[in-house]
Structure formats: structure tokens, C-alpha cells
């Protein structure tokens, strides 16, 4: 009767997915996650082992890509083993294709069940996971997978593992993962774990209440500087109209640069382009810190379109302009595309007012590629 039982309910238990069994994982069962990892414990000590990972599955939220591969149109493979989030990954919105749903929170653990890793990887990836051996707990429930990891950051571990317990939370496809970083970022004691769980509270979409929140730790000089640039990272990250004027209020109320300048790199990327181009043009011609206007000036090279580039050939054709500031303008014509940029290098380097702006010209031509431009410079040089 007792073996009968036993077999019941070993029916109950579902078997590990079809990866974890062909990576021979060790499938361990319990009634919650907890109890999981205590058995992997238990059953690691009694084989002596000096290391070991305990790993489960959870509920992966759309639009990342974590440990990777990735298959260019020209055949080749890149394989990335970071993770990128819809719109982080080549300044683009990264392709369906690439995301990762499949994925496993792995716990590297000593002997004494201390926690000395936390890795996310993606299950339909082979891997050797160091040579130790991996315990399997089958899927967590979002609740009790959002309570361990949130009790991970907040534990008191080295920053390197709470960070990482925050990156893996941030992932997970919960309505209360919002609340659990907030409480990190309002609770840990240790900067870079407060600054990663603001950073990933600004994954799209953020709640009104999510941004006022960031917006105050933003605007706050009693904290962190590492706080204040995450807060302004998350709240960049969504690239919205909302998000443009929430960054254009901070940049006009910030006094310190290195907040401006964070502030200016996201509006530069937002996606209401004539807004962020209007933005950079106002910083050129009237910020009176001559590094933001130098900024300002390289940004516009970046963005396509006639009003950006009227401003750069305005700034460079001033009999008047700062001479650095003409230089920056020229650096930025040089990165645009060569039918816009080498014509224009051409004219400045036999007409500009002040030879070192036409000395700059030719090296950029020069460095351009473009035949051209090395049509120019033969005939200058040989005449």
C-alpha cells in the first residue's frame, strides 16, 4: 500500500521539461520553493559537494533577450551573453525573434547553502555551469520567485549578488514586480543595488505613479549621484513625449553637468525627433556652459534631418562662433552621411576664415572614405 502511494504521488509531480532532463539536471521536489532548496542542500551535502547550483523556471516578461544567439542576414553568429531589454539592444527595436522566454534563475551555493552567484541563463542554451552539479526545482511560482529574490537583495549579501537578484526580478512578467523594486530602491543600504533596481523600474511601460517616483529621486540632491543617473536613465528609457518633457524639466533644474549630460544622451534618443532636435538647438544657442553647447553639437550629428544639420553649419560658419565650438560642429558634420557631410567639408576646407577649421577639414575628409573627398585632396595636394 505504502510503495502504491508513493508512486501516486510521484505521478503528481511534474517531470522536468525535456532541456533540463537533456542537460541532466537533478530534479528536486518539494511542496514550495523554499522547501525545494532545502532538499537540493540536503542532497548536496550528503554527496559531499563543495559547490552547487540550485535552478528553477519562471514566468519571463515580452521584449528581452537574455544569453542569446543570433543570426545576422550575412550567416553569421553572435552570440551575447548579456541581456537587453525592447530598445536597448543596437539602438533599435530588437526583432521577436530574439527574445528569450525560456529562461532559469541558477543560485551558485557553498557547502553551508551561503549564495555566492546568481545567474539568469537561457535554457535553450547548453552550458557546463562551471562543472558543479545543478538541482532543478521546476517552475516557481511569480510570488514565491519575487519574495526570494527580493529577500536576496535586501539580505545583507555582497552587492554583486543582490544586483543580480534585482536584474533577474526585474524580469520576471508579474504586476507586482514594480512594487518589489521600488521597495529595493527605497530599503537596500548598498548604492549600486538601490541604483539597479531604479534603473529597471524604468522598463517600459512605467506607471504615472512609477515615474514621480523616479522623478524624485532624480530631483533629490541628498541622494546618491550613482541614484540620481539611474533615476534619469529609467525615466529616459521610454522615449515617449512624457518622458521628453519630464528630462527637458530635470536638465533646466540641474546644476550639476554630469546629470545634464545623462539628461541630454536621453533626450538625443528620444523618439519624438523634432522635439529632441528643438531641445538641442535651444542648448546650443543659449546654455551658457560651453561643454553642454559642445555636447549639444555632437548629438545633432547623430540625427538626421535638415533642421540638426542647419544648426551645425550655422555654428561652423560664424565669423563670431567660439572656435571650439566650430571644431565640435565640424567633428559632427564629419559623422554624418559623405553626401551631406563631404561637400560641406570640402567648401569649409578651401573657404573657412580661420585655417584651423580648414586643417580640420581635410583630416575629416581624409578619414571619410569617400572617393570625392580623396578627389579633393589629390588635386589640393598636387597643385
Known amino acids: 500500500m505504502k510503495t502504491l ?30 522547501a525545494r532548496q532545502e532538499a537540493a542542500r540536503s542532497r548536496a551535502s ?25 543570426v545576422s542576414d550575412d550567416g553569421r553568429v553572435t552570440i551575447n551573453n548579456g541581456t ?32 555566492s552567484r546568481v545567474e539568469v541563463y537561457n535554457l535553450a542554451r547548453r552550458r557546463d555551469y562551471a562543472g558543479y552539479p545543478v538541482f ?72 504615472p505613479q512609477t515615474r514621480d517616483f523616479l522623478a524624485s529621486l532624480a530631483r533629490d540632491a541628498r541622494e546618491p549621484a550613482e541614484v540620481r543617473r539611474a533615476a534619469v536613465s529609467a525615466l529616459g528609457r ?27 544622451s536621453w533626450i538625443a534618443r528620444n523618439e519624438n525627433r523634432a522635439a529632441a532636435v528643438n531641445f538641442l538647438v535651444k542648448v546650443v544657442g543659449d546654455d551658457s556652459d560651453k561643454e553642454m553647447r559642445r555636447r549639444a553639437l555632437a548629438q545633432l550629428g547623430e540625427i538626421a534631418g535638415e533642421r540638426a544639420l542647419g544648426t551645425l553649419t550655422e555654428t561652423a560658419e560664424r565669423r ?10 565640424l567633428q559632427a558634420i564629419g559623422r554624418r552621411p559623405a553626401a551631406e557631410s563631404v561637400p560641406l567639408l570640402i567648401k569649409y576646407a578651401q573657404t573657412h576664415a580661420k585655417p584651423e577649421i580648414r586643417k580640420q577639414a581635410l583630416v575629416l575628409l581624409g578619414r571619410s572614405g569617400d572617393p570625392a573627398a580623396f578627389e579633393f585632396l589629390r588635386a589640393f595636394l598636387t597643385r
Open 320 to 329: 563670431d562662433a567660439d572656435t571650439e565650438l566650430q571644431r565640435q560642429a
Open 5 to 34: 502511494l508513493m508512486f501516486l504521488l510521484l505521478m503528481l509531480v511534474p517531470s522536468p521539461p525535456a532541456q533540463q532532463q537533456e542537460q541532466r539536471f537533478t530534479p528536486v521536489e518539494g511542496a514550495s520553493l523554499t
Open 84 to 115: 537587453f531589454v525592447t530598445g536597448d539592444w543596437d539602438g533599435t527595436r530588437f526583432e521577436p525573434a530574439v527574445e528569450t522566454r525560456n529562461l532559469g534563475v541558477f543560485v551558485l551555493r557553498e557547502s553551508d547553502g551561503r549564495v
Open 238 to 264: 521610454a522615449r515617449d513625449a512624457q518622458a521628453l518633457a519630464l528630462l527637458t524639466s530635470l536638465y533646466e533644474s540641474f546644476a550639476e553637468r554630469e546629470l545634464r549630460r545623462t539628461v541630454m
Open 136 to 207: 532543478w526545482l521546476g517552475r516557481a511560482p511569480a510570488e514565491e520567485s519575487l519574495q526570494f529574490l527580493r529577500d536576496l537583495a535586501e539580505s545583507g549579501q555582497t552587492n554583486e549578488v543582490a544586483v543580480a537578484a534585482v536584474r533577474a526580478l526585474a524580469l520576471h512578467d508579474d504586476r507586482r514586480v514594480p512594487e518589489a523594486l521600488e521597495r529595493v530602491a527605497r530599503t537596500s543600504r548598498a548604492e549600486p543595488v538601490r541604483a539597479q533596481a531604479v534603473r529597471s523600474l524604468g522598463t517600459p511601460p512605467a506607471s
Open 46 to 70: 550528503a554527496a559531499g559537494h563543495a559547490r552547487y547550483w540550485t535552478a528553477y523556471a519562471f514566468d519571463v516578461r515580452p521584449g528581452v533577450a537574455v544569453d542569446f544567439e543570433y
